[in-house]
T-cell receptor
Framework: NAGVTQTPKFQVLKTGQSMTLQCAQD?????MSWYRQDPGMGLRLIHY???????DQGEVPNGYNVSRSTTEDFPLRLLSAAPSQTSVYFC????????????FGSGTRLTVV | QQQVKQSPQSLIVQKGGISIINCAYE??????FPWYQQFPGKGPALLIA?????SEKKEGRFTISFNKSAKQFSLHIMDSQPGDSATYFC?????????????FGTGTRLQVTL
């Protein structure tokens, strides 16, 4: 089925460890983004990309790194995990500038202990 | 700084009733106002959206009312059903060049009871 695929669905990390959250979409969408969802805070934009080779920071980029080598993939890297990064992470993609709506993945629940 | 304020935080409505969720924004540069619906364990999904030059948009049982001068917009769910039980997020989109940034409200957990 077409859509946004995120892996893994669950992950537990120790403080200081690094990891990569994977995101892939098969809709040929130009725009991809990463959000984190925390209770009572809605979803906050971490990083986004308007196309292969182009990325930019969102509202809460510290501690995260991204790259976009292909249209389909947009991985999110945690450089040195901290308990404050415990959250649910969502990847989203959209056609054009998002006026047709964003398609979200099913999320990765990350716990940092 | 919360640019999009959403209320209430939670809402319980009887089956057949009207659910109303309100949002207010501060930045007048927003271009587009979508609502997203999220079921447990799933990502948000676009429900309905409105442009700021339109005062109302209706799709089935879902209606957005938009008041540009007051910088407020709301979602009305008519004839609410148990299947509508979910978390609803209002959002505001700002388009800058080729990019767009989506700012979400804090969410409203809706429970529709029998």
């Amino acid at each position: 089925n077409a859509g946004v695929t995120q892996t893994p669905k669950f992950q537990v990390l120790k403080t200081g460890q690094s990891m990569t959250l994977q995101c892939a979409q098969d809709m040929n969408h130009e725009y991809m983004s990463w959000y984190r969802q925390d209770p009572g805070m809605g979803l906050r934009l971490i990083h986004y990309s308007v196309g292969a080779g182009i990325t930019d920071q969102g509202e809460v980029p510290n501690g995260y790194n991204v790259s976009r080598s292909t249209t389909e993939d947009f991985p999110l890297r945690l450089l040195s995990a901290a308990p404050s990064q415990t959250s649910v992470y969502f990847c989203a993609s959209s056609r054009g500038q998002g006026l047709y709506g964003y398609t979200f993945g099913s999320g990765t629940r990350l716990t940092v202990v | 700084q919360q640019q999009v304020k959403q209320s209430p935080q939670s809402l319980i409505v009887q089956k057949g009733g009207i659910s109303i969720i309100n949002c207010a924004y501060e930045n007048t540069a927003f271009d587009y106002f979508p609502w997203y619906q999220q079921f447990p364990g799933k990502g948000p999904a676009l429900l309905i959206a409105i442009r700021p030059d339109v005062s109302e948009k209706k799709e089935g049982r879902f209606t957005i009312s938009f008041n540009k001068s007051a910088k407020q917009f709301s979602l009305h769910i008519m004839d609410s059903q148990p299947g509508d039980s979910a978390t609803y997020f209002c959002a505001a989109t700002r388009i800058t060049g080729t990019a767009s940034k989506l700012t979400f409200g804090t969410g409203t957990r809706l429970q529709v009871t029998l």
